[in-house]
């Protein structure tokens, strides 16, 4: 065999396929966070684009799953749900400072999500989506029959986050631009987390297994703990994601747990593009963009939303952002 | 003589009511190409299947260099050291040619790390670009696996099987759906990598397994009839009777 010939390695440029496509790739995370400086000043609120934030980073975290690992979970809404409980409940009912409310929020979705995890993963394709939605409605009545703690039906409330205190200085939280300043700190962290770990070689395990899980398996992967972590991770992003939402209302709404929830955030993914980082976050965006501009319209802005979504799924399968970065930036 | 790489003792699997293995007992010492050969469903991949993990044995102990297998979770095979490839192709079909074998490579380093740039690991390139030369497909390594022809996909796998540095690679029907031209192709690599490792095969294609093999197993429901040379098999007056009107168009 000629080895030494062919298997010198090959110049940089060879390797990877170089244009505008693999620079957004490259750059996607101080790219996004570019897009998310400058969002506030084209939305025609800052209300909305704080929700876009929330939604932005939920719908990146769940892609982690979803579009990156190939599970279809229908029940994310309770880790979302879970973040922001715990957050709220944390401020409102035992006086803890904001930040460590935020952690506690994180780390309590985490823990839901490594339950939840540890016991849909078992299961595989529409037993798995069905596991994850039982599992999450759980959580909701959960939710529903504890109103001591989280207000039941009426929601959290009573944990009015007024000022944040960062290095010293003091923040008027209520301010919507401090507001949305301080918020995209936390999703620029999300998605820095998230692109790091598509980057990783855990990332191209769970793509191993999206791609053909019996080939991963035989390859030496464990498939089982792969996507449990992967379900985590991702359900940890979603309850950072619900923290924020807390942070921001200042009210927690039961509905924030669920499955209407779940399903938004599947539609919002799916809309954007599951296939890429960032288009999860332009699903959010949209979904969120034409709900604010529909509903002044009609009270029946979910029929529109619908019909554009299923216009994607039958002829964009690729979703908004998917399709942009396959035919016009190639 | 070596000891035995791979030890079967008893084998039985049961499917149901239906006896797919029966009563398995052979062993495989470190060295070339031993072929197992039987008419179709006579449980060829069957053994494969609790050879490599797949299935865990109704009844019998298999053991690898000596360690008893019973228990071993399928992913632990290659990590023990036994690869394979399967009947049907079994690749990733929408990744690239090269990532195909890195992402098998990394398996053996790193499944777990979060932290790291899987780009880091140029070493898992090399040996992927190195492993796709061995089996011709070096050319080809930037294209998407599943626009490979056939003959091509098939020489995939086992670089990917190839990657792990296996000390057994069970190689379930290399040649399926072949004309003769890829045929002729991935015996020569046969040939090159035998040179280098224990290889089980099952094959249909029975001049093809004369000239490779070292040793021919031959299963017929479920149970070993034969066990020999290539020409001890050929003129087995058992192994002639259930090949006998059958038309495999290999005789
Ligand atoms: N998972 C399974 N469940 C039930 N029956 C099975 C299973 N796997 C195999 N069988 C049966 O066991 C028998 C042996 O199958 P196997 O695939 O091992 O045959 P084979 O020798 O590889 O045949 P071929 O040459 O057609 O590949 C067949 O009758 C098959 O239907
Ligand atoms: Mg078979």
Known sequence: MNSSSVAAPLPAAARKPAGLKAALTKYRVPLSILALCILPWLL??????????????????????????????????????????????AIGQFGVPWYLAVLMGIAGGAVLAFIIGGMSTRTRGIYFSMVTLALAQLVYYVALQTPSWTGGENGLRGFTVNKINLFGFDINFLDPVNKYYVLMVFAALALWLVSRILNSPFGAAIEAIRENERRARTCGYDVERTKLLAFTLSGTICALGGTMSALHLAFVPLESMHYLTSGMIVMMTLLGGASSFFGPFIGALVFLLMEDVFSLWTSHWQIIVGSIFVLFVLFLPKGIWGTFLSRVVR | MSAPLLAVENVG???????????????????????????????????????????????????????????????????????????????????????????????????????????????????????????????????????????????????????????????????????????????????????????????????????????????????????????????????????????????
């Open chain 1, 44 to 89: 025609p609120s800052k209300a909305l684009a704080v929700n876009v934030l929330i939604y932005g980073v939920v719908c990146v975290g769940y892609n982690l799953l979803f579009g990156y690992t190939g599970l279809l979970s229908f029940g994310h809404a309770a880790f979302f749900g879970a973040g922001a409980y715990i957050t709220g409940i």
């Open chain 2, 13 to 251: 699997m049961k499917f149901g009511g239906f006896v797919a293995l029966q009563g398995v007992t052979t062993e495989f010492r470190p060295g070339r190409v031993t072929s197992i050969i039987g008419p179709n469903g006579a449980g060829k991949s069957t053994f494969f299947n609790v050879l490599s993990g797949v299935l865990s044995p109704s009844t019998g102990t298999v053991r690898f260099k000596g360690q008893d297998l019973k228990g071993t979770r399928q992913h632990e095979f290659v990590h023990r050291g036994i690869a394979r490839s399967y009947q049907i192709t079994n690749i990733f079909p929408d990744l690239s040619v090269h990532e195909n074998v890195r992402v098998a490579a990394q398996a053996g380093r790193s499944r777990y790390n979060i932290w790291t740039n899987r780009n880091r690991f140029d070493e898992l390139d090399a040996r992927a670009d190195k492993a796709l030369e061995s089996v011709g497909l070096f050319a080809k390594r930037n294209e998407t696996a599943k626009f490979l022809a056939h003959g091509q996909q098939r020489a995939l796998e086992i670089a990917i099987a190839l990657i792990s540095g296996p000390e057994l690679l069970l190689l379930d029907e290399p040649t399926a759906g072949m004309g003769p031209e890829e045929t002729k192709d991935m015996v020569a690599l046969l040939e090159r990598l035998a040179a280098e490792r224990t290889i089980l095969l099952v094959e249909h294609k029975m001049k093809m397994i004369l000239g490779l093999s070292d040793r021919i197993l031959v299963l017929h429901h479920g149970q070993l009839i034969a066990d020999g040379t290539p020409h001890d098999i050929q003129t087995d007056p058992e192994v002639r009777r259930v090949y006998l009107g059958q038309n495999h168009g290999y005789a």
